[in-house]
């Protein structure tokens, strides 16, 4: 046997045993964290406000406080009847409560929409019918796919920034990952971009890869806001700190002289000691607003109200929050790389991202020329229709139509 047969069997098992003993030890955090929650007098300790600024004890907070931290995996399907056939649609990223469960279940909803029957969940392959399994991520997917699987890939972000995840983690995508894919009938990618990357780094045909994009829904905006927000024009810098997201050349243009007047709202999981500390070092505390995660409804408010949104990540697998923007006729700011110079075309402004003064000269003309910054939201909007949930289904059932049997 090949030398790349044991490597991926020893990866392979190496990983299960990881995912076993992490499973065990997340149980017991979150049976502690259950008893610490029932305790009164622990309230401010165990609240989702009171995380860490120390990334391994925010972790370590979420796992035993956020009862929706959770990675438990369903391995059933739901049946859906496309007429002449069906789609068995993975309900595991159902639980995800990031990015790739409000995926799942908006396309789930929609493919029933378009089917008029009900969904059968849990649902069985069905004797005489063409069948055509679906899951919507490659993280539910098992080590060994059943025939006639179709494989959605929204990015792979950790094999092209290794050096931002642990170990165990770029080799999960490495061989688990790559060997998951090579077995699918078919892939399905969420934009040119990442179709590209798979083609790249796993070594899968181009034809055996097609682009569906994702659709996006529009936020709901609050009526006002119940914290403090800043007096001065703003921008949103709506993502983590990890190194690919970039936000060091923004906050190195919001330390131009000439964007004294101009604050930013900071949202997501971004206030590290890093961040903060380099927000100090640049004298930006008095304009720096750490606002934490948000609701839709306060996400969709700071946003209505703000100068537009800053979105300098050196790549993305699609690039939502700018899209998301574009629906409330917000502007953004974008870096000219992937995904997002494919899915926004002329309809945000774009730096490169290591430019921090092109970065606050766009930022100070958005802030200050109303008509500029009316004209770029327009053109946003107009971009943004084309992404709507309906067309996406409608792509994705072609697709997997195309490999049912």
Not at 357 to 364: G, K, P
Not at 387 to 402: D, E, K, Y
Request: hydrophobic residues 40%.
């Amino acid at each position: 046997m090949s030398g790349s047969w044991w490597l991926q069997s020893f990866a392979s098992f190496r990983y299960a045993t990881i995912v076993g003993v992490k499973r065990l030890l997340y149980v017991g955090l979150r049976v502690m964290g259950r008893a610490m929650k029932a305790v009164p007098g622990l309230s401010r300790l165990t609240s989702p406000q009171a995380q860490p600024l120390n990334p391994t004890l925010r972790t370590l907070h979420r796992v035993m406080f956020n009862p929706q931290g959770t990675d438990i995996k369903d391995a059933s399907f739901s049946r859906i009847d496309c007429g002449d056939f069906d789609v068995l649609f993975s309900n595991g990223p159902l639980l995800d409560r990031r990015g790739i469960g409000r995926v799942c279940r908006e396309q789930i909803g929609q493919l029933s929409t378009l089917s008029a029957k009900s969904v059968e969940n849990p649902g069985y392959a069905q004797a005489g019918r063409r069948t055509v399994r679906f899951y919507t991520s490659v993280h539910w997917c098992p080590g060994t796919l059943p025939p006639n699987t179709v494989v959605m890939v929204h990015d792979v972000i950790p094999l092209l920034f290794p050096e931002e995840f642990s170990r165990s983690l770029v080799s999960e995508w490495r061989y688990r990952f790559r060997h998951i894919l090579r077995q699918a009938v078919h892939i399905v990618a969420i934009s040119r971009a990442t179709a590209q990357a798979c083609e790249r780094v796993f070594d899968i045909p181009r034809e055996k890869i097609s682009v569906v994009y994702n659709g996006t829904t529009v936020l709901p905006v609050a009526q006002r806001m119940d914290m403090s927000m800043p007096d001065l024009p703003y921008f949103v810098f709506l993502a983590s700190d990890d190194k690919h997201k970039n936000v060091d050349v923004v906050l190195e243009a919001m330390s131009d002289p000439a964007m004294r007047g101009v604050a930013l709202a900071m949202i997501g999981d971004n206030r590290t000691q890093g961040c903060v500390r380099k927000v100090k070092s640049l004298g930006l505390s008095d304009r720096v607003w750490f606002m934490g995660k948000l609701s839709d409804e306060s996400l969709g408010r700071v946003l209505v109200d703000s100068a537009g949104l800053v979105f300098p990540s050196l790549y993305e697998g699609f690039g939502l929050p700018p899209l998301e923007a574009a629906w409330l006729g917000v502007p953004s700011i974008c870096s000219a790389r992937p995904a997002m110079d494919e899915t926004l075309g002329n309809a945000a402004v774009f730096c490169e991202p290591d430019d921090a003064q092109a970065w606050a000269r766009a930022m100070h003309r958005l802030a200050f020329d109303k008509q500029y910054r009316d004209d770029v939201g327009a053109r946003a909007r107009q971009r943004v229709s084309e992404f709507n949930w309906s067309n996406s289904a409608r792509q994705l059932l072609n697709v997997l139509g195309a490999y049912a049997k």
